[in-house]
Protein backbone atom coordinates (compact mmCIF):
# COMPACT_ATOMS: atom_id res chain seq x y z
CA UNK A 1 0.00 0.00 0.00
CA UNK A 2 1.34 3.40 -0.92
CA UNK A 3 1.52 5.95 2.41
CA UNK A 4 1.63 9.48 1.50
CA UNK A 5 5.19 9.71 3.83
CA UNK A 6 7.13 6.82 2.17
CA UNK A 7 10.82 5.87 3.63
CA UNK A 8 13.38 3.59 2.88
CA UNK A 9 14.22 1.17 5.59
CA UNK A 10 17.92 2.58 6.24
CA UNK A 11 15.82 6.32 6.27
CA UNK A 12 13.48 4.93 9.15
CA UNK A 13 16.70 3.22 10.50
CA UNK A 14 18.71 6.81 10.64
CA UNK A 15 15.57 8.53 12.47
CA UNK A 16 13.73 5.95 15.11
CA UNK A 17 15.78 4.84 18.00
CA UNK A 18 16.01 0.93 18.08
CA UNK A 19 13.04 0.32 20.62
CA UNK A 20 11.20 2.68 18.21
CA UNK A 21 11.89 1.11 15.22
CA UNK A 22 11.21 -2.30 16.14
CA UNK A 23 7.62 -1.83 16.90
CA UNK A 24 6.52 0.52 14.53
CA UNK A 25 8.78 -0.98 11.26
CA UNK A 26 8.45 -4.44 12.76
CA UNK A 27 5.47 -4.96 14.18
CA UNK A 28 6.88 -5.47 17.36
CA UNK A 29 5.31 -5.07 20.68
CA UNK A 30 6.52 -3.24 23.58
CA UNK A 31 6.40 -5.24 27.65
CA UNK A 32 2.86 -4.97 28.87
CA UNK A 33 3.33 -2.11 32.06
CA UNK A 34 6.31 -0.60 30.75
CA UNK A 35 5.29 2.27 28.50
CA UNK A 36 5.46 5.76 29.17
CA UNK A 37 1.99 6.76 28.28
CA UNK A 38 0.63 4.21 29.82
CA UNK A 39 -0.49 6.68 32.77
CA UNK A 40 -0.71 9.69 31.07
CA UNK A 41 -3.56 11.23 32.19
CA UNK A 42 -3.25 15.04 30.68
CA UNK A 43 -5.69 16.71 28.11
CA UNK A 44 -3.78 16.67 24.28
CA UNK A 45 -3.09 15.07 21.40
CA UNK A 46 -1.12 11.27 20.41
CA UNK A 47 0.28 11.24 17.46
CA UNK A 48 2.19 8.78 15.51
CA UNK A 49 6.04 8.61 16.77
CA UNK A 50 6.97 7.74 13.27
CA UNK A 51 5.46 10.89 10.83
CA UNK A 52 3.99 13.01 13.34
CA UNK A 53 0.14 12.35 12.05
CA UNK A 54 -2.42 12.83 14.34
CA UNK A 55 -4.50 9.41 15.59
CA UNK A 56 -5.89 9.92 19.46
CA UNK A 57 -7.22 12.18 21.04
CA UNK A 58 -7.14 11.93 25.17
CA UNK A 59 -10.78 12.28 25.99
CA UNK A 60 -10.90 8.93 24.23
CA UNK A 61 -8.04 7.11 26.28
CA UNK A 62 -9.57 4.49 28.97
CA UNK A 63 -8.24 2.05 31.93
CA UNK A 64 -8.69 -1.27 30.29
CA UNK A 65 -6.17 -2.89 32.21
CA UNK A 66 -4.27 -4.59 29.57
CA UNK A 67 -0.89 -2.77 30.22
CA UNK A 68 -0.74 -1.27 26.86
CA UNK A 69 -2.70 2.78 26.18
CA UNK A 70 -5.90 1.69 25.47
CA UNK A 71 -8.71 4.70 23.16
CA UNK A 72 -12.10 3.93 21.72
CA UNK A 73 -11.52 5.50 18.50
CA UNK A 74 -9.17 7.15 16.29
CA UNK A 75 -9.46 11.28 15.48
CA UNK A 76 -10.92 10.28 12.32
CA UNK A 77 -11.71 7.17 10.68
CA UNK A 78 -9.06 7.67 7.99
CA UNK A 79 -6.63 8.30 10.23
CA UNK A 80 -5.58 5.00 10.64
CA UNK A 81 -5.87 1.71 8.65
CA UNK A 82 -6.91 -1.92 10.14
CA UNK A 83 -5.32 -4.90 8.70
CA UNK A 84 -6.34 -8.27 9.21
CA UNK A 85 -3.33 -10.25 11.00
CA UNK A 86 -3.33 -13.56 11.72
CA UNK A 87 0.44 -13.96 13.10
CA UNK A 88 1.49 -15.87 16.28
CA UNK A 89 -1.41 -18.56 16.18
CA UNK A 90 -4.34 -15.80 16.29
CA UNK A 91 -6.69 -13.79 14.63
CA UNK A 92 -6.55 -9.68 15.47
CA UNK A 93 -6.59 -6.72 13.59
CA UNK A 94 -3.68 -4.46 13.43
CA UNK A 95 -3.71 -0.69 13.79
CA UNK A 96 -1.26 1.51 11.02
CA UNK A 97 -0.42 4.94 10.88
CA UNK A 98 -2.71 5.70 7.34
CA UNK A 99 0.14 8.32 6.85
CA UNK A 100 3.25 6.13 7.14
CA UNK A 101 2.02 2.69 7.18
CA UNK A 102 3.74 2.19 10.33
CA UNK A 103 2.53 -0.34 13.21
CA UNK A 104 0.52 1.21 16.50
CA UNK A 105 -0.86 -1.51 17.92
CA UNK A 106 -4.01 -3.91 17.25
CA UNK A 107 -7.62 -3.25 17.99
CA UNK A 108 -9.92 -5.29 19.84
CA UNK A 109 -14.09 -5.54 20.22
CA UNK A 110 -13.88 -5.99 23.87
CA UNK A 111 -13.52 -2.09 25.02
CA UNK A 112 -16.64 -2.82 27.66
CA UNK A 113 -18.75 0.29 29.06
CA UNK A 114 -17.21 2.99 25.82
CA UNK A 115 -19.23 4.64 23.14
CA UNK A 116 -17.74 2.55 20.60
CA UNK A 117 -17.07 -0.81 22.23
CA UNK A 118 -13.64 -1.15 20.42
CA UNK A 119 -10.24 -1.02 22.30
CA UNK A 120 -7.18 0.02 20.08
CA UNK A 121 -4.56 -1.43 22.12
CA UNK A 122 -1.26 1.00 21.33
CA UNK A 123 2.04 0.46 21.91
CA UNK A 124 3.45 3.93 23.85
CA UNK A 125 6.61 3.49 21.88
CA UNK A 126 4.35 4.18 18.48
CA UNK A 127 3.02 7.46 19.78
CA UNK A 128 4.37 10.72 20.67
CA UNK A 129 1.70 13.03 23.02
CA UNK A 130 1.50 16.89 23.16
CA UNK A 131 -0.58 18.06 26.10
CA UNK A 132 -3.32 20.37 25.49
CA UNK A 133 -2.25 24.01 25.52
CA UNK A 134 -3.70 25.88 28.29
CA UNK A 135 -4.25 30.22 28.12
CA UNK A 136 -2.60 31.62 31.06
Known amino acids: ???????????WRAELSPDRYA????????????????????AGL???????????????K????????SFYESVRPEAVELIDDS????????VRCARCGSHLGHVFPDGVGTP???RYCMNSLA???APEQRPR
Not at 3 to 11: A, G, I, L, S
Not at 23 to 42: F, I
Open 1 to 11: MNHPVDKTDEQ
Open 23 to 42: VLRQAGTERAWSGALLNEER
Open 46 to 60: YACAACGAELFNSGT
Open 62 to 69: FDSHCGWP
Open 87 to 94: SHGMQRTE
Open 116 to 118: TGD
Open 127 to 129: LSF
